[in-house]
Protein backbone atom coordinates (compact mmCIF):
# COMPACT_ATOMS: atom_id res chain seq x y z
CA UNK A 1 0.00 0.00 0.00
CA UNK A 2 0.94 3.17 -0.70
CA UNK A 3 2.32 5.50 1.64
CA UNK A 4 0.48 9.01 1.13
CA UNK A 5 2.55 12.19 2.72
CA UNK A 6 0.04 15.17 2.46
CA UNK A 7 -3.98 15.50 1.95
CA UNK A 8 -5.34 18.58 0.36
CA UNK A 9 -8.88 19.53 0.41
CA UNK A 10 -11.16 21.34 -1.66
CA UNK A 11 -14.13 23.65 0.65
CA UNK A 12 -17.34 23.77 -0.93
CA UNK A 13 -19.04 20.67 -1.99
CA UNK A 14 -16.44 18.64 -0.18
CA UNK A 15 -15.03 20.02 3.22
CA UNK A 16 -18.36 22.00 3.77
CA UNK A 17 -21.58 21.10 3.26
CA UNK A 18 -24.35 22.54 0.97
CA UNK A 19 -25.64 24.27 4.58
CA UNK A 20 -22.03 25.43 5.36
CA UNK A 21 -21.38 22.71 7.93
CA UNK A 22 -18.75 20.11 8.43
CA UNK A 23 -19.63 16.95 8.62
CA UNK A 24 -18.35 15.61 12.51
CA UNK A 25 -16.28 12.31 11.06
CA UNK A 26 -15.39 14.59 8.43
CA UNK A 27 -13.42 16.47 11.42
CA UNK A 28 -12.72 13.92 13.38
CA UNK A 29 -10.47 12.17 10.69
CA UNK A 30 -8.64 15.18 9.78
CA UNK A 31 -7.80 15.70 13.91
CA UNK A 32 -6.69 11.59 13.60
CA UNK A 33 -4.64 12.23 10.23
CA UNK A 34 -2.59 14.91 11.87
CA UNK A 35 -2.21 12.99 15.00
CA UNK A 36 -0.38 10.41 13.10
CA UNK A 37 1.74 12.81 11.06
CA UNK A 38 0.19 13.84 8.08
CA UNK A 39 -0.26 17.13 7.48
CA UNK A 40 -3.63 18.39 6.12
CA UNK A 41 -3.92 21.66 3.47
CA UNK A 42 -6.92 22.98 1.80
CA UNK A 43 -7.04 24.41 -1.86
CA UNK A 44 -10.13 26.35 -2.46
CA UNK A 45 -11.77 28.99 -4.85
CA UNK A 46 -12.21 30.83 -2.26
CA UNK A 47 -10.24 34.46 -0.45
CA UNK A 48 -8.45 33.72 2.40
CA UNK A 49 -10.48 35.80 4.19
CA UNK A 50 -13.34 33.25 3.48
CA UNK A 51 -10.99 30.10 4.34
CA UNK A 52 -9.26 31.09 7.75
CA UNK A 53 -12.36 30.10 9.43
CA UNK A 54 -13.18 27.07 7.92
CA UNK A 55 -9.03 25.80 8.42
CA UNK A 56 -9.87 26.58 12.18
CA UNK A 57 -13.03 25.01 12.61
CA UNK A 58 -10.91 21.51 11.39
CA UNK A 59 -7.86 22.30 13.06
CA UNK A 60 -5.87 22.88 9.54
CA UNK A 61 -2.60 24.71 10.48
CA UNK A 62 -0.47 25.45 7.99
CA UNK A 63 0.17 27.04 4.35
CA UNK A 64 -3.43 27.09 2.42
CA UNK A 65 -3.71 27.64 -1.34
CA UNK A 66 -6.76 29.96 -1.90
CA UNK A 67 -8.05 31.70 -5.43
CA UNK A 68 -7.39 28.30 -6.94
CA UNK A 69 -3.81 28.94 -5.99
CA UNK A 70 -3.22 32.15 -6.99
CA UNK A 71 -2.89 32.90 -2.88
CA UNK A 72 -1.09 31.18 -0.11
CA UNK A 73 -1.19 31.74 3.34
CA UNK A 74 -0.14 30.37 6.78
CA UNK A 75 -2.86 30.10 9.07
CA UNK A 76 -0.98 30.31 11.56
CA UNK A 77 -0.23 34.73 11.45
CA UNK A 78 -1.68 35.03 8.65
CA UNK A 79 1.81 35.24 6.40
CA UNK A 80 1.46 35.93 3.18
CA UNK A 81 3.28 33.29 1.38
CA UNK A 82 2.51 33.41 -2.59
CA UNK A 83 0.31 35.86 -4.61
CA UNK A 84 -0.02 35.89 -8.08
CA UNK A 85 -2.26 38.88 -9.32
CA UNK A 86 -3.25 40.84 -12.09
CA UNK A 87 -1.66 44.59 -12.05
CA UNK A 88 -0.51 47.41 -13.61
CA UNK A 89 -1.16 47.86 -17.40
CA UNK A 90 -3.29 44.57 -17.46
CA UNK A 91 -5.64 45.77 -14.82
CA UNK A 92 -6.24 48.97 -16.02
CA UNK A 93 -7.17 47.14 -19.36
CA UNK A 94 -9.57 44.85 -17.10
CA UNK A 95 -11.29 48.24 -16.45
CA UNK A 96 -11.55 49.33 -19.18
CA UNK A 97 -13.01 46.00 -20.55
CA UNK A 98 -15.43 45.97 -17.57
CA UNK A 99 -16.20 49.66 -18.00
CA UNK A 100 -17.24 49.37 -22.15
CA UNK A 101 -19.62 46.56 -21.23
CA UNK A 102 -21.31 47.85 -18.05
CA UNK A 103 -21.18 44.77 -16.15
CA UNK A 104 -22.17 44.01 -12.59
CA UNK A 105 -18.24 44.00 -11.13
CA UNK A 106 -16.75 42.59 -7.80
CA UNK A 107 -13.17 43.23 -7.37
CA UNK A 108 -11.34 41.00 -5.06
CA UNK A 109 -8.33 42.22 -3.48
CA UNK A 110 -6.56 42.87 0.14
CA UNK A 111 -8.41 39.74 0.64
CA UNK A 112 -11.44 41.24 0.15
CA UNK A 113 -14.96 42.23 -2.28
CA UNK A 114 -15.38 45.34 -3.40
CA UNK A 115 -19.09 45.93 -5.29
CA UNK A 116 -21.17 48.85 -6.06
CA UNK A 117 -25.03 49.51 -6.26
CA UNK A 118 -24.71 47.80 -9.50
CA UNK A 119 -23.71 44.62 -7.63
CA UNK A 120 -25.93 44.52 -5.05
CA UNK A 121 -28.08 42.48 -6.40
CA UNK A 122 -25.96 39.72 -6.93
CA UNK A 123 -23.82 39.94 -4.27
CA UNK A 124 -25.51 36.41 -2.89
CA UNK A 125 -23.58 34.82 -5.37
CA UNK A 126 -20.09 36.22 -4.65
CA UNK A 127 -20.94 35.85 -0.87
CA UNK A 128 -19.46 32.63 -0.71
CA UNK A 129 -15.70 33.76 -1.63
CA UNK A 130 -15.61 36.04 1.37
CA UNK A 131 -17.77 37.33 4.08
CA UNK A 132 -14.90 40.61 4.05
CA UNK A 133 -17.42 42.38 1.18
CA UNK A 134 -18.24 46.02 1.42
CA UNK A 135 -19.97 48.74 -1.32
CA UNK A 136 -18.52 51.38 -2.83
CA UNK A 137 -19.80 54.60 -5.25
CA UNK A 138 -18.10 53.52 -7.98
CA UNK A 139 -15.96 50.19 -8.44
CA UNK A 140 -14.34 51.80 -11.45
CA UNK A 141 -12.74 54.21 -9.90
CA UNK A 142 -11.56 52.36 -6.93
CA UNK A 143 -8.18 52.43 -5.55
CA UNK A 144 -7.80 48.77 -5.55
CA UNK A 145 -7.64 48.93 -9.63
CA UNK A 146 -4.10 50.83 -8.94
CA UNK A 147 -2.94 48.83 -6.03
CA UNK A 148 0.88 47.40 -5.72
CA UNK A 149 -0.59 44.33 -4.61
CA UNK A 150 -3.06 44.01 -7.83
CA UNK A 151 -6.25 42.14 -7.61
CA UNK A 152 -6.63 38.76 -6.74
CA UNK A 153 -9.71 38.75 -9.35
CA UNK A 154 -12.94 39.89 -10.79
CA UNK A 155 -16.21 38.82 -11.24
CA UNK A 156 -18.44 39.99 -13.88
CA UNK A 157 -22.23 39.91 -14.03
CA UNK A 158 -24.22 40.75 -17.03
CA UNK A 159 -26.40 39.54 -19.91
CA UNK A 160 -24.99 36.73 -21.84
CA UNK A 161 -23.78 38.79 -24.73
CA UNK A 162 -22.61 41.59 -22.51
CA UNK A 163 -20.23 38.90 -20.67
CA UNK A 164 -19.03 37.07 -24.35
CA UNK A 165 -18.08 39.91 -25.91
CA UNK A 166 -16.48 41.04 -22.44
CA UNK A 167 -14.73 37.50 -22.04
CA UNK A 168 -13.21 37.68 -25.85
CA UNK A 169 -12.23 41.32 -24.98
CA UNK A 170 -9.98 39.90 -22.11
CA UNK A 171 -8.76 36.95 -23.83
CA UNK A 172 -7.70 39.53 -26.94
CA UNK A 173 -6.38 42.12 -24.92
CA UNK A 174 -5.00 40.47 -21.88
CA UNK A 175 -3.79 37.16 -23.91
CA UNK A 176 -1.44 35.05 -21.79
CA UNK A 177 -1.45 37.49 -18.79
CA UNK A 178 -5.06 36.47 -17.69
CA UNK A 179 -7.04 33.25 -16.91
CA UNK A 180 -10.78 33.94 -18.06
CA UNK A 181 -13.81 31.54 -17.66
CA UNK A 182 -17.63 32.59 -17.89
CA UNK A 183 -20.58 30.58 -16.77
CA UNK A 184 -24.45 31.32 -16.65
CA UNK A 185 -25.98 32.29 -13.22
CA UNK A 186 -29.68 32.25 -14.01
CA UNK A 187 -32.40 33.26 -16.55
CA UNK A 188 -34.38 36.72 -15.99
CA UNK A 189 -37.09 36.11 -17.66
CA UNK A 190 -36.33 35.69 -21.68
CA UNK A 191 -32.55 37.03 -21.04
CA UNK A 192 -29.93 34.76 -19.73
CA UNK A 193 -27.64 35.96 -17.07
CA UNK A 194 -23.48 35.36 -16.91
CA UNK A 195 -20.75 35.48 -15.04
CA UNK A 196 -16.93 35.89 -15.86
CA UNK A 197 -13.97 35.39 -13.55
CA UNK A 198 -10.66 36.70 -14.29
CA UNK A 199 -7.31 35.78 -12.36
CA UNK A 200 -3.70 35.85 -12.77
CA UNK A 201 -2.74 33.39 -15.64
CA UNK A 202 -0.66 30.30 -14.26
CA UNK A 203 -2.04 29.41 -10.38
CA UNK A 204 -3.76 26.99 -10.36
CA UNK A 205 -5.01 24.08 -7.59
CA UNK A 206 -2.36 21.95 -9.18
CA UNK A 207 0.28 24.28 -9.00
CA UNK A 208 -0.80 25.11 -5.56
CA UNK A 209 -0.44 21.07 -5.04
CA UNK A 210 2.87 21.22 -6.25
CA UNK A 211 3.78 24.27 -4.26
CA UNK A 212 2.43 22.42 -0.88
CA UNK A 213 4.38 19.19 -1.78
CA UNK A 214 7.50 20.74 -1.82
CA UNK A 215 6.58 22.83 1.06
CA UNK A 216 6.25 19.59 3.07
CA UNK A 217 9.08 17.96 1.74
CA UNK A 218 7.28 15.46 -0.75
CA UNK A 219 6.56 15.16 -4.36
CA UNK A 220 2.83 15.80 -5.94
CA UNK A 221 2.84 11.80 -6.03
CA UNK A 222 2.69 11.51 -2.47
CA UNK A 223 -0.62 13.53 -2.33
CA UNK A 224 -4.09 12.78 -1.70
CA UNK A 225 -6.44 15.27 -3.12
CA UNK A 226 -10.49 15.44 -2.80
CA UNK A 227 -12.70 17.82 -4.79
CA UNK A 228 -15.95 18.01 -6.32
CA UNK A 229 -15.68 20.69 -9.54
CA UNK A 230 -13.86 21.59 -12.29
CA UNK A 231 -11.26 23.86 -11.06
CA UNK A 232 -10.12 20.73 -8.98
CA UNK A 233 -9.22 18.88 -12.41
CA UNK A 234 -6.07 20.48 -12.19
CA UNK A 235 -4.79 18.84 -8.55
CA UNK A 236 -6.34 15.62 -9.80
CA UNK A 237 -3.66 15.65 -12.70
CA UNK A 238 -0.67 15.91 -10.04
CA UNK A 239 -1.76 14.50 -7.46
CA UNK A 240 -0.91 10.42 -5.98
CA UNK A 241 -4.14 9.88 -5.88
CA UNK A 242 -7.78 12.01 -6.32
CA UNK A 243 -11.27 11.58 -4.63
CA UNK A 244 -14.21 12.54 -6.36
CA UNK A 245 -17.26 13.95 -4.40
CA UNK A 246 -20.62 12.09 -5.29
CA UNK A 247 -22.37 15.11 -6.72
CA UNK A 248 -19.17 15.59 -9.05
CA UNK A 249 -20.30 15.83 -12.41
CA UNK A 250 -19.03 13.06 -14.67
CA UNK A 251 -15.93 14.37 -16.03
CA UNK A 252 -14.44 15.26 -12.79
CA UNK A 253 -15.23 11.98 -11.41
CA UNK A 254 -13.83 10.01 -14.51
CA UNK A 255 -10.64 12.39 -14.05
CA UNK A 256 -10.12 11.26 -10.45
CA UNK A 257 -8.56 7.87 -9.60
CA UNK A 258 -11.63 7.06 -6.62
CA UNK A 259 -15.14 8.10 -6.78
CA UNK A 260 -16.73 9.08 -3.18
CA UNK A 261 -20.27 7.75 -1.87
CA UNK A 262 -20.58 10.47 0.38
CA UNK A 263 -22.31 13.92 -1.12
CA UNK A 264 -21.97 17.39 -0.57
CA UNK A 265 -25.57 17.07 1.09
CA UNK A 266 -24.68 14.69 3.68
CA UNK A 267 -21.04 15.17 3.67
CA UNK A 268 -18.60 12.52 5.14
CA UNK A 269 -16.51 12.37 2.21
CA UNK A 270 -12.89 13.24 3.84
CA UNK A 271 -13.52 10.52 6.59
CA UNK A 272 -14.30 8.08 3.45
CA UNK A 273 -11.27 9.25 1.62
CA UNK A 274 -8.73 9.25 4.54
CA UNK A 275 -10.16 5.61 5.31
CA UNK A 276 -9.62 4.27 2.05
CA UNK A 277 -5.87 6.32 0.77
CA UNK A 278 -4.54 6.19 4.33
CA UNK A 279 -6.30 3.60 6.28
CA UNK A 280 -7.10 5.27 9.34
Known amino acids: MTTYKLLALDVDGTLVRRDGSIHEEDRLAIQRLQAAGVPVSIATGRLYSGTREVARRVGVIGPIACVDGSHIVHTEGDAHLYSRTISGAEAALLRSITERHATASFLFAQDSIVHDATGAPHLHYVRGWSPVIAEVDRVSSHPYWEHEHGLLALVA ?3 EAQVSAAVEEVRSELGRAAFVVSFPLFQDGPTSIFAMMVRAAGPTKGTAVAWLAEHYGCSPSDVVV ?15 RSFAMGQAPENVK ?7 NADATLGGG ?11
Open 270 to 280: IAEAIRRAFGR
Open 226 to 240: VGDWLNDLPMFEVAG
Open 254 to 260: QAATDRL
Open 157 to 159: IGT
